[in-house]
């Protein structure tokens, strides 16, 4: 570092010093910027006044050590990723910057290609861009598993960017995180950013354990724009927590009750209150609520011709179809509506974003997707409910959740605050879990980690016996130790005890189905178990899309999906099946609950249609499931033929690697093409 030119104009001695880790291990705690100021006028990077948070973030990481920082969403965290890149570039050395789904990742593609001309390069399973760039963009699954199969792609990497990092608690995600943190090669130092980790200290702690060096830690609690929560029922309008009390439903509020039942969004039209993001946590009832507000007349003429002309210019450049949903859209977009769900085509969520950032959306149904990450704020944030689908059952959302959420109110530089309203429903909702969840303490972030059996492979070859010392430098093991800590390393066990009696280990060995099956993330057991069987030595192109998307497939809970009968494979689904049933057996032998997925059938009839050269409008008629999660599986299905590729490597595969690229071109088409669509925006 010596020799280079800053790239932060300092003022004034740059506040550091090693603020964390933990209290237990004698160190210094957590800085904490609650009570200072949100400004120092005497920093400055990129013509921005920088936050005492974020000079201490820069000043740290020009002294080389690992941050991890939680500020509110707005705030600026961006900004430090930002200097990390700049200083990375400066020394001739590579940065990663990882995120947890493929949207974000997307945009910090476009974000930092504009910034740093040809050298920002992307890696997401979908899509490959210059990898050899300085500046790689992935989603944290593709890094994890670069570290497994190929670590000498990572050669000259001093950085590793974490937007989002509290996805360790993710239950399908926080796993491939901590792999990530604990087997990154010892020179790599981690920014982590979020704007939600209660529990920070213990999360650093873990973390400075784990990679045996120190991390700096820095919490911002205050936001450049103040939230102000409100409650909404037809009854009383918009009013004030202090208003609600703990009586029991259907109790009166201590205030005068409206003559007449007011709309929410006809209060917040009517005071300046627009754009709003409408937060509805169901796919269908977003697109009727906006369908429900079609009647209004949100923009003006010009900026009605405006938006018009950029919805047909952002047509014109993703090469959309014309279909009746986009008719929909288009008529919507006119009166300044729209929605957004995971259930849309990638192109027409890229579409909204683009026109909601634009200020031209003034007001937008969306489910929780849209807070993730992306950064785009919103005059007023509305709940219409303070209850969502976790999974099992409808609950309240959890605090995280809800502040999630709400921090895309108030847009910085516009607005002096931001409103956020959750609408209450007084004859079913309990008014004081809605106190709990708005003023409540956040949840901690608690590890999710389970290693699966590629994870389990791959160690195995790597370490051997110390695989147990593997698991225990993970944050569950951190956090647990006593019963419970006991209870995983006998899950862990019982793995090995089944790959072990399934083929995949030998003595100290993995055979040659287990160094396949660690080649493939996610759906390892189903490809191995096929493959050793000879399964797919008689299967053309299309017999083998459907068996891939039979393997990736998974229906939404609660959604009708009828199975037709996959008549072009014949006995072969049967015999896929019974295949896959000797380590089913396995497993349950040993007492695992948590069983390897099966395959799922309801995919065939659409791959058929697909790959027989079918539109996405052929497709919307056929009524199968919603285009964009259609899309989605085409992708994932896409995404396995490529790892499935990969780990022929090496293997006596006759022609099998031409037959899956002949299947791979019959689904990577028009709004497939990943590479495509992301190039075009």
């Not at 476009?110 to 300085?134: K, L």
């Not at 996805?167 to 939600?196: C, N």
């Not at 607005?415 to 303490?441: F, M, N, Q, S, Y």
């Not at 593997?470 to 019982?494: I, P």
Request: aromatic share 10%.
């Amino acid at each position: 570092m010596e020799g280079l030119t800053p790239v932060v104009r300092w003022h004034l001695a740059p506040p550091l010093a090693d603020l964390f880790v933990c209290k237990r291990q004698g160190l210094t705690p957590v800085a904490d910027y609650t009570s200072r100021a949100m400004t120092d006028p005497h920093l400055e990077y990129k013509g921005f006044v920088l936050y005492p948070f974020q000079a201490d973030a820069i000043a740290a990481i020009e002294a080389g050590k690992s941050v991890v920082v939680a500020a509110p969403t707005g705030a600026g965290k961006t900004l430090i990723a930002e200097y990390t890149i700049d200083r990375a570039l400066q020394a001739g050395r590579r940065l990663v910057y990882t995120a947890p789904i493929k949207t974000l990742s997307n945009q910090k593609f476009r974000d930092f290609s504009a910034a740093y001309p040809g050298r920002v390069g992307i890696m997401t399973g979908d899509v490959t861009v210059n990898p050899a760039a300085p500046v790689l963009i992935m989603t944290t699954e593709i890094f994890r598993n670069t570290l497994f199969e190929d670590p000498a792609r990572l050669a000259g990497i001093e950085w590793v960017v974490f937007d989002e990092i509290h996805f360790v608690d993710d239950a399908e995600r926080g796993t491939v995180w901590e792999e990530s943190i604990i087997f990154a090669p010892e020179g790599i130092k981690f920014v982590g950013l979020s704007a939600t980790i209660p529990n920070i200290e213990e999360f650093a702690a873990w973390m400075q354990q784990v990679r045996r060096a120190p991390v700096v830690t820095l919490c911002q609690r205050e936001r450049p724009v103040p939230l102000v929560h409100r409650l909404f029922t037809p009854r009383h309008g918009i009013f004030d927590l202090k208003d609600l009390d703990r009586r029991p439903k259907g109790s009166r509020i201590r205030r005068r009750r409206q003559t007449r039942p007011v709309n929410v969004i006809d209060r917040l039209e009517r005071d300046g209150m627009l754009p709003c993001l409408y937060f509805s946590f169901s796919r269908r009832e977003c697109e009727m609520r906006a369908e429900d507000n079609a009647y209004r007349r949100l923009l003006g003429a010009a900026e009605r011709s405006q938006v018009l002309a950029d919805f047909e210019q952002l047509v014109r450049r993703y090469r959309m179809t014309p279909t009746a949903e986009l008719a929909r859209f288009r008529r919507l977009i006119g009166r300044g509506i729209a929605y957004h769900h995971a259930g849309l085509l990638p192109t027409y969520k890229e579409v909204v974003e683009h026109l909601f950032t634009s200020g031209r959306i003034k007001l937008l149904f969306t489910t929780e997707t849209f807070a993730l990450g992306v950064n785009m704020p919103a005059r007023t944030v509305v709940f219409h409910s303070m209850y969502k689908f976790n999974g099992v059952s409808f609950d309240v959302m959890s605090s995280v959740e809800y502040n999630q959420m709400a921090g895309r109110a108030g847009r910085q530089g516009i607005d002096r605050e931001g409103l956020v309203v959750t609408c209450l429903d007084l004859e079913r909702d309990d008014p004081g879990a809605a106190r709990d969840v708005i003023l409540g303490e956040l949840e901690p972030v608690v590890s999710k980690f389970q290693l699966g059996y590629s994870a389990i492979l791959n160690l195995h070859e790597r370490v051997g016996h110390d695989i147990f010392a593997a698991y225990d430098a993970s944050f569950k093991s951190y956090q647990e130790r006593g019963e419970a800590w006991q209870r995983d390393r006998e899950l862990l066990d019982k793995r090995l005890t089944v790959l072990r009696k399934a083929g995949y280990i030998d003595g100290e060995r993995l055979t040659e189905k287990g160094r396949f099956a660690s080649r493939v993330y996610g759906f390892e057991v189903q490809l191995a178990e096929l493959f050793e069987f000879g399964f797919f030595r008689a299967l053309d192109e299309i017999d083998i899309l459907l068996v891939l998307g039979a393997v990736v497939f998974e229906p939404r809970r609660g959604d009708p999906m009828e199975v037709r009968r996959v008549e072009k494979l014949g006995g072969r689904k049967q015999a896929a099946e019974q295949i896959l049933e000797r380590f089913l057996a396995i497993e349950r032998a040993l007492g695992l609950r948590d069983f390897t997925r099966g395959f799922q059938w309801g995919l065939s009839r659409p791959i058929q249609l697909w790959a027989a050269g079918a539109s996405v409008d052929d497709l919307a008629r056929s009524g199968d499931m919603a285009l964009g999660d259609l899309v989605r599986y085409f992708r994932l299905t896409l995404q396995l033929i490529r790892q499935f590729k990969k780990a022929l490597h090496g293997l006596r595969a006759g022609d099998l690697p031409e037959r899956l690229e002949l299947a791979a071109a019959l689904v990577n088409r028009d709004e497939v093409d990943a590479e495509q669509q992301l190039l075009a925006g």
